[in-house]
């Protein structure tokens, strides 16, 4: 299984929701990504986990808050968006923080209205 | 800081071959690889070079040379599935025990008939 799912597809949510995006892999992946890549963009890194503790946040604004509950599942928490952060949202992972390979999800298409 | 040059866009005939250029300012050097995303799909890996030379897998090769900070994704006998953005990517040192991937701008390739 080279299988990275993610859930929803697609996502519309207003300002003022909660909403929250989720990841799994089992190919027994000890790193897992999130990034968000606007139309015509490369993915931008958001957050970076390595055996389930957080090791990279790249300045992302609060209202992303990412979790590992386990080394399977990465959730994206989402509050109080702005229509700017509309964007595909990707997950992705690999076997470790040092290997180049990544296997990317196909994203959830988040629109902010 | 990290910055990746690769041309936006490149057009090419089915059956024909095409050269993607990257050229990479880092820091430090941990490799080069290339990753195809078709539109509305995820990125797909497509190849890492670590050392100079030529890897070839397939109809995709992928050369880098170090000393010109530079390497290229070839594509052989041209598809018309082959249209896709091909983004190069290189390592970034985000801390002392943690890096990320950062990503070239992507060169967009439309295969003609």
């Known amino acids: 299984d080279t299988e990275v799912t993610q859930t929803p597809k697609h996502l519309v949510m207003g300002m003022t929701n909660k909403k929250s995006l989720k990841c799994e892999q089992h190919m027994g992946h000890r790193a897992m990504y999130w990034y968000k890549q606007k139309a015509k963009k490369p993915p931008e890194l958001m957050f970076v986990?390595?055996?389930?503790?957080?090791?990279i946040n790249e300045s992302v604004p609060s209202r992303f808050s990412p979790e590992c509950p386990n080394s399977s599942l990465l959730n994206l928490h989402l509050h109080a968006l702005q229509p700017e952060d509309s964007a595909l949202y990707l997950c992705?992972?690999?076997?470790?923080?040092?290997?180049?390979?990544?296997?990317f999800g196909p994203g959830t298409r988040l629109t902010v209205t | 800081g990290q910055s990746l040059e690769q041309p936006s866009e490149v057009t090419a005939v089915e059956g024909a071959i095409v050269q993607i250029n990257c050229t990479y300012q880092t820091s430090g050097f941990y490799g080069l690889s290339w990753y195809q995303q078709h539109d509305g799909g995820a990125p797909t890996f497509l190849s890492y070079n670590a050392l100079d030379g030529l890897e070839e897998t397939g109809r995709f090769s992928s050369f880098l040379s170090r000393s010109d900070s530079y390497g290229y994704l070839l594509l052989q006998e041209l598809q018309m599935k082959d249209s896709a953005s091909y983004f190069c990517a290189v390592r970034d040192q985000f801390s002392s025990s943690a890096s990320k991937i950062i990503f070239g701008s992507g060169t967009r390739l439309s295969i003609r008939p």
């Open positions: 992705a992972s690999s076997q470790s923080l040092e290997i180049y390979e990544q296997y």
């Open positions: 986990y390595s055996y389930e503790k957080l090791s």
